[in-house]
């Protein structure tokens, strides 16, 4: 008997079925995802989106999978048709924090930033910022698995990659309009060629041994060479 066909398993997008799970349309749900831990210059940035089930753009899913254009067409739907708040945590809060609280406390602020209290967040990732203003749920992949933390996703990084480019007006030779401020070749040139930033991270080890030579601690980076910046 001829062995069957090997067929690749189709990976399901993001879904409404956690905000269901969670109460929504019924009680307001709102989806959290952040823009931004890996870069070694510019804010972490993050996104707080309550959806409107009845009516979404079509095509939300993870903005890391997305291209830079579609990304932009479905922030400028999203922003007409969604609840949303932005927050932020600046250099200084990233290298006084370390980047893992410092993004909690952009969600913290995404999350303030609502027009409406949310009853209930959905954040990616494997844990709860402090003192957030609602309960919540951590979920593993959650920017590919429910669609209001999707929004979140997209609305974090086109807010920070405007950032960025703004930045990078300000202060050019980095190529952070391209970069964003990950750790790419351009961005390693623009360093050895003209310096450290007030922009960047200081705690990060790249940064923190081009100030103290030698010198061991700082965040050890490790480069995802699959990164969509």
Not at 74 to 88: R, S
Not at 170 to 186: D, F, K, L, Q
């Amino acid at each position: 008997m001829p062995a069957a066909p090997n067929r690749k398993k189709e990976v399901a997008g993001p879904t409404l079925a956690f905000e269901i799970e969670s109460g929504a349309p019924d009680l307001l749900v709102c989806g959290v995802d952040e823009a931004g831990r890996g870069p070694l210059a510019g804010p972490v940035v993050a996104a707080a989106v309550i959806l409107d089930h009845a009516c979404f753009p079509a095509g939300l899913n993870d903005s890391k999978k997305l291209e830079e254009g579609k990304r932009e067409t479905l922030y400028a739907d999203l922003i007409g048709c969604a609840q949303y708040g932005v927050g932020m945590a600046s250099v200084e809060e990233i290298d006084e924090l370390n980047i893992l609280w410092a993004s909690m406390l952009a969600m913290t602020r995404a999350i303030a930033a609502l027009p409406c209290k949310p009853h209930f967040a959905l954040i990616d990732g494997n844990r709860l910022p402090k003192q957030m203003a609602c309960p919540g749920r951590a979920i593993v992949g959650g920017d590919g698995r429910a669609l209001s933390i999707a929004a979140a996703s997209i609305i974090a990084k086109v807010t920070r990659d405007r950032m960025m480019f703004e930045l990078a007006m300000a202060h050019p030779g980095y190529g952070w309009e391209h970069n964003r401020g990950y750790p790419t070749p351009s961005h390693f040139d623009g360093l050895t060629r003209l310096g450290i930033t007030p922009h960047h991270r200081r705690s990060f080890a790249p940064i923190r041994n081009m100030l103290s030579p030698g010198e061991s601690g700082g965040l050890d980076l490790v480069v995802d060479k699959s990164l969509t910046l």
